[in-house]
């Protein structure tokens, strides 16, 4: 990949393909729709044209909360061919911005147990026990200040 990443809204169906990849391999594009696609901003990590990380956000508290200023990070994907370049970090520092200019003061995201060092590192905090999400497996509540 020679180009410099392009991050860009996009829509729920154009991330469905890679989060169906990377997130829900056992599963069709289709199963990974979700009820809230309406409602949630999708964003794209394109190098050459092509999609190699996603990240969407909604205006979401998050599990106990009423918190009014907080948003909800989902979908995180990177293709596997493109780990380690930056890319979800990207995604995420993408949807950072989007829901901090939409007025958010927390961002949240139920992460994937392997991903929690990769949070950690973008300032997210664990709270709680690890649990288990039917069809994912192990996940860890975290949250960040935005």
Not at 19 to 33: H, K, N
Not at 58 to 85: F, I, V, Y
Request: aromatic share 6%; charged share 20%.
């Amino acid at each position: 990949m020679s180009a410099e990443p392009e991050v860009r809204v996009i829509s729920a169906s154009d991330s469905r393909p890679l989060r169906q990849q990377v997130l829900r391999p056992s599963q069709t594009v289709e199963d990974v729709a979700r009820t809230d696609d309406d409602h949630a901003t999708y964003l794209g990590v394109f190098v050459d044209a092509v999609l190699v990380a996603c990240a969407s956000v909604s205006h979401e508290p998050p599990p106990g909360s009423a918190d009014p200023a907080a948003w909800r990070l989902r979908g995180m994907a990177t293709s596997p061919h493109s780990r380690g370049c930056g890319f979800g970090s990207d995604a995420l520092r993408a949807a950072i911005t989007q829901a901090r200019a939409a007025g958010g003061g927390l961002l949240w995201c139920n992460a994937r147990t392997p991903a929690r060092p990769f949070y950690e590192k973008h300032g997210f905090v664990a709270s709680g026990a690890e649990f288990d999400i039917s069809g994912a497996g192990p996940h860890f509540l975290m949250s960040r200040e935005i």
